[in-house]
């Protein structure tokens, strides 16, 4: 059947791409059509470009078959993968409760983050953990409470060789998060006891979160993650732990984001690269990376957050295709403090209806051959590597830490990522994008507080959502005039957009024709088309400005007209732009 189909040719790909961006008018008559895809590419934020399209021809085919080295196309786990929930209220009897609710629900390993270790008895009675995989995360109180773990089941008269999960002994981690000089013989002790009698139970956890959570791209991720790993293996192998016997003991957690392609890449690419690591090493047989992909709270937001379902959904589905071998997806309503039994479940079920209902654990690498994402994978790769070595070169994680390499790095990515967030290119859906001014927000108890000391923790939406809670405490509804010139058809479009703009900070908008009465001291958009602001914009501001409007915006790109105080264009600094008005109007700070 397919051979009655003609073959089309990337020529007339380039063509037909090259008339509608005539249209739109980012190429004129000298753009070639060759330089059409040019003109669509985009650059992530570790300096690689993605092409609008791909063919055979951008991509080399990937090393190894599904589930074998260099593990590129899955890491062998193979089935289900480990259904795996977090738990942070501090409270050990309702963590109690929402773990055996977890497990009665499909989940088959438990992530505790805020217990501490003298409450872990409490938490985990009743909890079968010869079938339940714990997984610790106690920072500096690791050693603590994997003492407290092995007490339980000691207890329960589990039998060691089938207790499973992770001690989560990760002192580069917990120094990077709040500044604690990191213990390796801990870590190492924890890693020898669990070779020497719990075959099932790894003893370090790689977590990179940290570093997305700072602003990292996602190569900067996996550099990071990657020199940790190396760093554990050298302070395995200086307690006399072997090799093999060391790279089972570790497991890594990265972020898993709504941008699914770039996820998928992630872990993809994880797993090459550990696989070099452990080749240079001197492995003598192959080793996956085994990963944990927790969906990422830098992408949560507070506002809108019933729109994290969509986010976390997406996440995770790139965490599966990607190959994880565990996945956390957090609740939808982690970023207004203590999550609530609802938003436990569901993010319970996503990951159900992902396995059972969508099936993605039963294609290993189901987006293996995409030339898209083989490419992506690639560069992702070999950004990661040159992080890496970098941080190799300057001595290590440890001292990449110290000397400020690391944070300096992520800094700069931040503030690359805060700007395009500013400017609402890098969008997000029912903040800084199609904000809803009547939401009711869920009232939600507080979490528990965030580590400091180490390197910041940011969220994407933070600064529009201050926005929105700077105009939701204001004494008055703080509102914008937008003044209409012309037929519907020439000022429509960007009544909408700025009405748009301007709920993103909480301002209300009231749309009236020119000549319509405004308030003394009044913020006016003018909106119209480009020819009509040709003809009438300079006398419409001067009459505003008689009237006693007080700042003079037009929706349109800067063109110098007289009486407009300044422009508001699709990529203008939008926070700048609320922030500004709201000052305008008088608005506390």
């Known amino acids: 059947m397919t051979d009655d189909f003609p073959v089309p040719a990337i020529e007339d790909w380039q063509r037909l791409t090259l008339s509608v961006l005539r249209k739109s ?29 791909y063919t055979s021809h951008h991509t080399t085919v990937p090393d190894g078959v599904p589930g074998q080295a260099p593990f590129t196309r899955g890491g062998g786990v193979g089935g289900r993968w480990d259904v795996r929930t977090v738990h942070t209220d501090p409270d050990p009897v309702r963590s109690a ?15 505790l983050r805020a217990t501490a270790p003298e409450q872990l008895g409490e938490l985990l009675a009743g909890i079968p953990l010869d079938r339940t ?20 089941a000691t207890r329960q008269h589990i039998d060691p060789r089938v207790l499973r999960g992770n001690l989560g002994a990760d002192p580069f981690g917990a120094y990077a998060a709040s500044g604690v000089e990191p213990e390796l013989r801990v870590a190492a002790e924890l890693a020898a006891q669990s070779v020497a009698a719990h075959p099932e139970l790894r003893a370090l956890t790689v977590d990179a979160t940290t570093y997305h959570d700072a602003g990292g791209s996602d190569a900067e991720e996996l550099g990071c993650a990657l020199a940790t790993g190396v760093a554990y293996l050298r302070a395995m192998s200086d307690r006399g732990i072997p090799l093999t016997r060391s790279l089972a003991q570790l497991e890594f957690r990265y972020a898993a984001t709504a941008d699914q392609f770039a996820t998928i890449a992630k872990f993809r690419a994880a797993r090459r690269l550990w696989h070099r690591v452990t080749e240079v090493a001197g492995a003598n047989r192959p080793s996956a ?34 190959g994880a071998g565990a996945i956390t997806v957090q609740p939808f309503d982690l970023a207004l403090g203590r999550p609530d039994e609802t938003a436990q479940r569901i993010a319970r079920n996503t990951q159900i209806i992902l396995l059972d209902e969508v099936h993605l654990h039963r294609v290993t690498d189901p987006a293996g051959g995409s030339w898209y994402v083989e490419s992506r994978t690639e560069a992702l790769a070999r950004a990661a590597w040159d992080w890496f070595t970098t941080i190799e070169r300057a001595g290590g994680i440890g001292a990449a830490l110290r000397s400020g390499l690391v944070a300096d790095r992520l800094a700069a990515t931040w503030e690359r990522r805060a700007t395009r967030v500013a400017r609402r290119q890098d969008a997000i859906t029912g903040v800084s994008e199609f904000p809803d001014l009547d939401e009711q927000v869920p009232a939600r108890h507080a979490g528990s507080p965030a580590p400091v000391g180490g390197l910041p923790r940011h969220r994407y939406a933070y600064r529009f959502e201050e926005l929105r809670r700077r105009a939701d405490d204001a004494p008055t509804t703080p509102v914008v005039h937008l003044v209409a010139i012309g037929r519907t058809s020439d000022h429509n479009a960007r009544v909408t957009f700025t009405a748009n703009l301007f709920a993103a900070g909480g301002i209300r908008t009231v749309t009236t024709a020119p000549g319509d009465a405004v308030p003394p001291g009044a913020v006016v958009c003018l909106c119209s088309s480009d020819r009509v602001y040709a003809e009438q914009a300079a006398l419409v501001a001067a009459a505003l400005r008689q009237a006693g409007a007080a700042k003079v915006w037009l929706a349109g790109r800067p063109g110098g007209h007289p009486g407009v105080d300044d422009y508001l264009y699709a990529g203008c600094d939008a926070v700048r732009v609320l922030e500004t008005t709201l000052d305008d109007l008088g608005v506390p700070r």
């Open 25 to 53: 008018g980012k190429a004129d008559e000298n753009t070639r059509a060759d330089e059409a895809a040019d003109l669509l590419a985009t650059t992530t934020y570790d300096g690689f470009p993605l092409a609008p399209l």
């Open 97 to 111: 409760a929402a773990a055996r609710a977890d497990l009665h629900g499909g989940a088959t390993s438990l992530w």
């Open 133 to 152: 995989g714990i997984v610790l995360d106690a920072g500096t109180e690791t050693d603590k409470a994997a003492a407290a773990l092995l007490d339980v």
């Open 289 to 322: 990376q085994r990963q944990h992909a927790v969906t990422s709270a830098a992408m949560m937001t507070a506002r809108d957050p019933w729109s994290n379902l969509l986010r976390t959904t997406i996440a995770g589905f790139g965490a599966g295709v990607g």
